[in-house]
Every structure is written in structure tokens, then in C-alpha cells.
């Protein structure tokens, strides 16, 4: 009785969300006019929308492509410090490093990136200093400050799945790898990679759904111009009250990023498989 007592809190937030969904999913099928408001209903002209208006499509497109583009640099980078985690002897050390950026409120973690990019910023300084560009580069509302703010947000995810496989491979299956004749690097080409492809699925599955839901980053390093689903839903919701809309652009990114998601689940076991 107890541990259910335990599971209760988890168990009142996940139906909490998933009647949400429910309601959006609902508000989806209703039409909306800007004279008469919304209108109850069941019709699929918001879900034609989707597919018909450029609009929608671009937004799309530009999530996708920043959340496939952090998914891969944060990949890149955070598995040699998963790895580097899995073999320190300080690894509590490590760990409150890592896990720092997640102590500090999202909108701490923007404005201080905006300190950072603006144009008498920290890094326009360096490279102005470093002779590396003669006047000072417009990096806030581009997707260069939202894919660098991403990254700072989503790179615990990806490094900690990664590490915590990593921990638990034997030490004496590279070590005999190379005991038999293979190289350091061959042995963990071959044997560690592999074995740690449960953690990379994780990280990455965490890390690009993360990217795609990110609505900060966009917003404030973006300054609105940088056209994400999250931004196109927050419009539709809050400024038009176009709600059947904005309903329809979540449930279609929600559906979007779950089969993409599956389809790498997939691949990437029939490539374990070959």
C-alpha cells in the first residue's frame, strides 16, 4: 500500500497531461472564425491546413532541422564526456558539473546567452580580439544563438543515458580485445560503441524531443524570427485565440516526432541485428 502511495504523485501528473492531449486532441476537430470564435464541431480542415499552408510547412522544416542538428552535436560532444565520466575516479565531481546547467531556471540560462552573443558581448569581444572577424556578428535572433542555447540545455540528457551504460560494460572485454591483438582504438570501435548503443538511443531520443518542444530559445535567442512549431502554436493560441489551430500544429508535431522516433528506434536495431 505504501509503494502505490509513492507511485500517486507520478501517476496524478502523467493523467493530468495525458487528459490534456485528450482536450487538445478534441479542440483539433472544432473550426474557428475571427467573428465567431470557435465553432464545435468535427472537421479536419485544421489538419488539411497542415499540408496545404507554406506557413506551417516551413515551421516544420526549420524544427526538424535544429533539433537534427543539436541531436547530432550533442551526440558529438557529449560522448566523450560520457565516456571520460564512465572512467574518472571523480565522477561525483563530473556529475555536479553536468548537471549544474539543469539548477538554473531556463530563463536564467537565455538571458545569460544573450550577455554572451550580443554584439558587445563576451564572444564578439573574442573574436573581434582574436582577429577572427573585423566588426561584430548579429548572433541573437539567429538559429546559430537558439542551436548554442539548445545545446546548453539538452547536453545532461545526452551525456548521462551515454555514461550510465557506459559504467556498467566490463572493463574486461576491451582489455582481452586487446589482449588478442586489436588496437585501443578497434577494441572500442568494435566492442564499447556497440554495447553503449542502448545509452545513445536514450540521449538522442531525449535530446531531439527536448529540441523540438523548445519554445525559450526560440523565443528569446530567436527573437521570434526563428520560426519554430512552438512559436507558430504559441500565436495561434495566445494572440489569434485560434485554438482548433494550435491544437491541430501540436497534435501533428506530437505524431511527426513520435514516428520519427520510432523509425530510428527500428533502424537501429535491424543494424544491431546485421
Given at each position: 500500500m505504501?509503494?502505490?502511495l509513492?507511485?500517486?504523485p507520478a501517476?496524478?501528473?502523467?493523467?493530468?497531461?495525458?487528459?490534456?492531449c485528450l482536450?487538445?486532441?478534441?479542440?483539433?476537430?472544432?473550426?474557428?472564425?475571427?467573428?465567431?470564435?470557435?465553432?464545435?464541431?468535427?472537421s479536419?480542415?485544421n489538419?488539411?491546413?497542415?499540408?496545404?499552408?507554406?506557413?506551417?510547412?516551413?515551421?516544420?522544416?526549420?524544427?526538424?532541422?535544429?533539433?537534427?542538428?543539436?541531436t547530432?552535436?550533442?551526440?558529438?560532444?557529449?560522448?566523450?564526456?560520457?565516456?571520460?565520466?564512465?572512467?574518472s575516479?571523480r565522477k561525483?565531481?563530473l556529475?555536479?558539473?553536468?548537471?549544474?546547467?539543469?539548477?538554473?531556471?531556463?530563463?536564467?540560462?537565455?538571458?545569460?546567452?544573450?550577455?554572451l552573443?550580443?554584439?558587445?558581448?563576451l564572444v564578439?569581444?573574442?573574436?573581434?580580439?582574436?582577429?577572427?572577424?573585423e566588426?561584430?556578428?548579429?548572433?541573437?535572433g539567429?538559429?546559430?544563438?537558439?542551436?548554442?542555447?539548445?545545446?546548453?540545455?539538452?547536453l545532461?540528457?545526452?551525456?548521462l543515458?551515454?555514461?550510465?551504460?557506459?559504467?556498467?560494460?566490463?572493463p574486461?572485454?576491451p582489455?582481452?580485445?586487446?589482449?588478442?591483438?586489436?588496437?585501443?582504438?578497434?577494441?572500442?570501435?568494435?566492442?564499447?560503441?556497440p554495447?553503449?548503443?542502448?545509452?545513445?538511443?536514450?540521449?538522442?531520443?531525449l535530446?531531439?524531443?527536448?529540441?523540438t518542444?523548445?519554445?525559450?530559445?526560440?523565443?528569446?535567442?530567436?527573437?521570434?524570427?526563428?520560426?519554430?512549431?512552438?512559436?507558430?502554436?504559441?500565436?495561434?493560441m495566445t494572440?489569434?485565440?485560434?485554438?482548433?489551430?494550435g491544437?491541430?500544429?501540436?497534435i501533428?508535431?506530437?505524431?511527426?516526432?513520435?514516428?520519427?522516433l520510432?523509425g530510428y528506434v527500428?533502424?537501429l536495431?535491424?543494424?544491431?541485428?546485421?
Amino acid at each position: 500500500m505504501f509503494r502505490l502511495l509513492l507511485l500517486l504523485p507520478a501517476f496524478a501528473i502523467s493523467a493530468s497531461l495525458l487528459i490534456a492531449c485528450l482536450i487538445l486532441f478534441r479542440y483539433s476537430f472544432e473550426t474557428w472564425s475571427p467573428t465567431t470564435g470557435m465553432q464545435p464541431g468535427w472537421s479536419l480542415v485544421n489538419y488539411f491546413a497542415l499540408f496545404r499552408d507554406p506557413l506551417y510547412f516551413k515551421a516544420f522544416q526549420i524544427t526538424l532541422q535544429i533539433s537534427f542538428l543539436v541531436t547530432a552535436i550533442a551526440l558529438l560532444l557529449g560522448y566523450p564526456v560520457a565516456y571520460l565520466l564512465s572512467l574518472s575516479r571523480r565522477k561525483h565531481l563530473l556529475l555536479f558539473v553536468i548537471v549544474l546547467p539543469l539548477l538554473m531556471d531556463v530563463l536564467v540560462r537565455a538571458y545569460g546567452w544573450i550577455v554572451l552573443l550580443s554584439r558587445s558581448g563576451l564572444v564578439n569581444r573574442a573574436l573581434l580580439w582574436s582577429g577572427l572577424a573585423e566588426r561584430p556578428i548579429q548572433f541573437l535572433g539567429t538559429p546559430t544563438a537558439v542551436v548554442l542555447e539548445l545545446l546548453h540545455e539538452v547536453l545532461p540528457f545526452m551525456i548521462l543515458p551515454i555514461a550510465g551504460v557506459l559504467q556498467r560494460i566490463d572493463p574486461a572485454l576491451p582489455e582481452a580485445a586487446v589482449g588478442l591483438g586489436a588496437s585501443r582504438f578497434t577494441a572500442f570501435w568494435r566492442i564499447t560503441v556497440p554495447l553503449s548503443l542502448p545509452g545513445v538511443l536514450a540521449g538522442c531520443m531525449l535530446t531531439f524531443s527536448l529540441a523540438t518542444s523548445a519554445f525559450v530559445a526560440p523565443l528569446i535567442l530567436g527573437g521570434g524570427r526563428v520560426f519554430m512549431m512552438s512559436i507558430l502554436i504559441q500565436q495561434q493560441m495566445t494572440m489569434l485565440l485560434n485554438w482548433p489551430a494550435g491544437s491541430a500544429q501540436a497534435i501533428g508535431l506530437v505524431v511527426l516526432v513520435s514516428v520519427l522516433l520510432l523509425g530510428y528506434v527500428r533502424a537501429l536495431r535491424a543494424q544491431r541485428t546485421t
